[in-house]
């Protein structure tokens, strides 16, 4: 049996009826808010797009950018982009990997590790990164 994205965690942002309660990612689009073009059904409680596909429309909720992931295929992707000033970056970073779906976290670490030296060449990257994690 495949997991849910969001399994048992009843203190997580996600709404009740979101499909990432039960199903794992890849198996839902997610929205940018709810619309016309994704109707909640009270059968099931989802909302879902014409094609019948499950749709999660609070993406800040489930910490998932907005893609077609299981109508297009859409990768599972977020990009890191540093702020402007180094006193910014500690609660950037924060925001950004506390606020991401668990499966974007590798990926964001490993860009924020090969990003930071570039843009603050004076930053100690591993101190950075343990700050902004606790």
Not at 2 to 17: N, R
Request: glycine letters at 6%.
């Amino acid at each position: 049996m495949v997991e849910a994205f969001v399994s048992g965690d009843v203190l997580h942002l996600a709404c009740g009826v979101c499909p990432s309660r039960r199903l794992p990612v890849g198996e839902f689009d997610v929205y940018e808010r709810p619309c016309k073009e994704a109707p909640f059904d009270p059968s099931d409680g989802f909302r879902y797009s014409a094609d019948r596909v499950p749709v999660c429309v609070h993406p800040e909720k489930v910490g998932l950018p907005v893609a077609m992931y299981k109508s297009e295929g859409a990768p599972l992707v977020k990009k890191v982009e540093l702020p402007e000033t180094e006193a910014e970056l500690v609660p950037y970073l924060h925001d950004l990997l506390y606020g991401a779906a668990p499966a974007l976290l590798d990926g964001l670490i490993e860009q924020a590790y090969a990003e930071i030296p570039r843009v603050f060449p004076d930053v100690d990257v591993l101190e950075t990164l343990r700050r902004a994690l606790s």
